[in-house]
């Protein structure tokens, strides 16, 4: 069983930042992927960063810029730094974790979800 907790959402102003944190705890083994997404009412769910194979990253055309996906090894957490924030982003930020549990199973776990509001 792998438990994802996610913390630093909140309401901020246009051009404001925030700091996503999303820790893993649990039966791991190893950890093969890590990534954010988001979710805005009535739209679908969007990868916004993540991290591909070892230390590869990948962001959305929106983020590129603007947030920076990072991640500590030893606390199986990984971070979500967003700068210049604009109303778009306001969504629910989704952390999504990938890897194997001691018992060799594959997991693919998602993080309850963190509400980012940018408004004035």
């Known amino acids: 069983q792998v438990q994802l907790v996610e913390s630093g959402g909140g309401l901020v102003q246009p051009g404001g930042s925030l700091r996503l944190s999303c820790a893993a705890s649990g039966s791991i083994f190893s950890i093969y992927g890590m990534g954010w997404y988001r979710q805005a009412p009535g739209k679908q769910r969007e990868l916004v960063a993540g991290f591909t194979s070892g230390d590869s990253t990948n962001y959305a055309d929106s983020a590129k810029g603007r947030f920076t996906i990072s991640r500590d090894n030893a606390k199986n957490t990984v971070y979500l730094q967003m700068n210049s924030l604009k109303p778009e982003d306001t969504a629910v930020y989704y952390c999504?974790?990938?890897?194997?549990?001691?018992?060799?199973?594959?997991?693919?776990?998602w993080g309850q979800g963190t509400q980012v509001t940018v408004s004035s």
């Open positions: 999504n974790v990938e890897g194997l549990t001691v018992w060799s199973q594959r997991f693919d776990s």
